[in-house]
């Protein structure tokens, strides 16, 4: 699977992706039109109104000339050391393990940044997305935030330079 930067121009394909109602079970809302989701990937594209906050947005593609099949991002906080992950995949290609290799690949990316704190908040009965965060080495905290689990991982500290 590649991960692409999310560009306005995927939204009409896109909007196919997600427009299942079921992907809104946990996270609540309904499946935007292609004219909304392009407004939405504009306002993403053009990235953070708050400077001191990075978004990073991918669409995943099947590798070679293959269909999106999903989103991943990153919202990252250097000034806290944070990132927040989230990751969808549509409900034609769940179950494929899709989800982890693009979360796998994002949290891989963080940690080269470095970012220390890696969050994923993810419902109590999502089972499938509790999943993808254990394998990425996240783990579920006490924390609720609207109802999810707060999930966490802390990257190894850089190595200390001899002198």
Known sequence: MDLLPLR???APE?????GDPVLHEFTGGAP???DALRARYARLEAGSPDPAVV???????LRGDGPLVGTVQATV???RDTAETAWVIGTAWQGRGLATEAALAVTAW????????LIAHI???HRASAAVAAACGFTPTRHRE?????????SAPPPATGS
């Not at 978004?55 to 593609?61: D, F, S």
């Not at 963080?110 to 704190?117: N, S, T, Y």
């Not at 609207?146 to 802390?154: L, N």
């Open 8 to 10: 306005v121009e995927h």
């Open 14 to 18: 896109m909007a196919r992706v997600l």
């Open 32 to 34: 935007l039109a292609t």
């Open 55 to 61: 978004w990073c947005n991918w669409v995943l593609r």
């Open 77 to 79: 906080t250097p000034g």
């Open 110 to 117: 963080l940690e080269e940044l470095p970012v220390g704190r």
């Open 123 to 125: 419902h109590p009965g």
């Open 146 to 154: 609207d109802g999810e689990v707060r999930w966490e991982r802390r």
